[in-house]
């Protein structure tokens, strides 16, 4: 799907503020409100705009530790790292995983009620059956930026007036 300025200002402002009403949403981007709900939709049905949520402060919620972990795998066959990717995937502690290049292999986002419950998660990725042969845990001691949306217009190539000044 071809992301024009408009799109790209549609998805700043849903990152912003996902209950915007359509209304709302449409006089910020300069749409009538008709075009504007099309073109969300649009989004959606193409799996550029993959679901609405809400940022919640686990602070507020409960007691928990937040660990980044490190994983390096023996063996780097399909079938290891398929076997540890659903290990990951079944555990709902992990909140997140990313496939790296470099030193190790994946590197996690664990949530925990306390360091005895992530003792159990991590002893679980070990015993998985794919090859674990290090986990590197790194405990978040505090949350200096916290994810709040893509820079889309950062992310965006140059444009041809930027490139003849």
């Not at 007691?63 to 972990?69: E, F, N, P």
Request: aromatic fraction near 4%.
């Amino acid at each position: 799907m071809k992301l024009d300025r408009i799109n790209l200002r549609l998805l700043a402002e849903l990152q912003h503020d996902g209950r915007i009403t359509n209304q709302a949403l449409a006089e910020r981007v300069g749409l009538s409100p008709s075009a504007c709900l099309d073109r969300v939709r649009r989004l959606q049905e193409e799996g550029v705009v993959e679901g609405f949520g809400a940022r919640i402060d686990l602070e507020q919620v409960c007691q928990s530790v937040t660990i980044i972990a490190t994983i390096t795998l023996h063996d780097h066959r399909k079938k290891h790292m398929e076997r540890f990717e659903a290990e990951v995937k079944s555990l709902d502690e992990v909140v997140e995983c990313h496939q790296v290049s470099g030193v190790f292999d994946y590197m996690l986002n664990v949530v925990c009620r306390d360091m005895r419950h992530y003792q159990t998660v991590s002893d679980r990725l070990i015993e998985a059956g794919a090859g674990v042969i290090e986990l590197c845990s790194h405990v978040v001691m505090d949350r200096t930026k916290p994810f709040s949306g893509y820079p889309l217009d950062a992310l965006q190539p140059p444009s041809k007036q930027s490139t003849q000044k």
